[in-house]
C-alpha cells in the first residue's frame, strides 16, 4: 500500500459529461502528481501541485483542471468528456516540489466514457 | 520521436533466468533515472532511482545508466514469478515533468 488514495475506482460515464476524481496523498507529503495512462499515450503527466499551488503543467487539457485544498488532497476535473478520455488517472505525491525523483502512486482510476 | 523509447514485449523467460530491460532516451538535459514496476491494475512502484550515469544495485536488482549513448539499463537476477509484471522506465532533467517510457511487459514462467 503506497499510502496514496484515489477515488473512485471506477467511474462510467457518457461523452460531454463532467466528472471529479479524488486523490488524498501520504501523510506528510505535500506535492501531488495526476498523470494518464491510456494503451497507446503510456504514462502522461498533466498537472503538479504543491502545497496548494501549481507547480508544473505537462499535457493537459483545457477540459481538465485541478486544484490541491489546504489539506493537502486534491481533485481533477474532466468536462465535456470525450470517447478519447477513457483511460486510467493515476494520482502520485511526493515530500518535495521536484523534481519528482521518488513518486509513490495510487491505485487509479479507471474513467470509461461511453 | 517520443523522448523517452522502451520495447513494449512481452518478454516471456523461464524462472531463475537473469532479465535485461532497456531504454533508450533522447533529451541529453535528462539527469535523474528511475525504473517502476506496474502489476496489473495497480499503480507504478518505484523500484530503483539513479543519478547520472553509473550502476546502482539493490537485491535482485542492478540498474544502469550509459549518458553518452543515452542507454537505461535494468537487470533482474534470478527472476521469480512474482517479478512479472510491466516495467516502466523514467527520467527528468531536473524540473518537475517525470517522462515514461511506454513499458515493457515481462512474465517469468515455472
Known amino acids: 500500500d503506497s499510502g496514496v488514495t484515489q477515488t473512485p475506482k471506477h467511474l462510467i460515464t457518457a461523452t460531454g459529461q463532467r466528472v471529479t476524481l479524488r486523490c488524498s496523498p501520504r501523510?506528510?507529503?505535500?506535492?501531488v502528481y495526476w498523470y494518464q495512462q491510456s494503451l497507446d499515450q503510456g504514462l502522461q503527466f498533466l498537472i503538479q501541485?504543491?502545497?496548494?499551488?501549481?507547480?508544473a503543467k505537462g499535457n493537459i487539457l483545457e477540459r481538465f483542471s485541478a486544484q490541491q485544498f489546504p489539506d493537502l488532497h486534491s481533485e481533477l476535473n474532466l468536462s465535456s468528456l470525450e470517447l478519447g478520455d477513457s483511460a486510467l488517472y493515476f494520482c502520485?505525491?511526493?515530500?518535495?516540489?521536484?523534481?519528482?525523483?521518488?513518486?509513490?502512486f495510487g491505485s487509479g482510476t479507471q474513467l470509461s466514457v461511453l | 520521436q517520443k523522448e523517452v523509447e522502451q520495447d513494449p514485449g512481452p518478454l516471456s523467460v523461464p524462472e531463475g533466468a537473469i532479465v535485461s530491460l532497456n531504454c533508450t532516451y533522447s533529451?541529453?538535459?535528462?539527469?535523474?533515472f528511475m525504473w517502476y514496476r506496474q502489476y496489473s491494475r495497480k499503480g507504478p512502484e518505484l523500484l530503483m532511482y539513479?543519478?547520472?550515469?553509473g550502476n546502482k544495485e539493490d537485491g535482485r536488482f542492478t540498474a544502469q545508466v550509459d549518458k553518452s549513448s543515452k542507454y537505461i539499463s535494468l537487470f533482474i537476477r534470478d527472476s521469480q514469478p512474482s517479478d512479472s509484471a510491466t516495467y516502466l522506465c523514467?527520467?527528468?532533467?531536473?524540473?518537475?515533468?517525470?517522462?515514461f517510457g511506454t513499458g515493457t511487459q515481462l512474465k517469468v514462467e515455472l
Open positions: 539513479t543519478y547520472s550515469s
Open positions: 502520485a505525491s511526493s515530500v518535495g516540489r521536484g523534481p519528482p525523483e521518488k513518486l509513490f
Open positions: 523514467a527520467s527528468t532533467g531536473g524540473g518537475n515533468k517525470l517522462t
Open positions: 533529451n541529453s538535459a535528462f539527469q535523474y
Open positions: 501523510s506528510g507529503d505535500l506535492s
Open positions: 501541485y504543491y502545497n496548494g499551488e501549481e507547480r
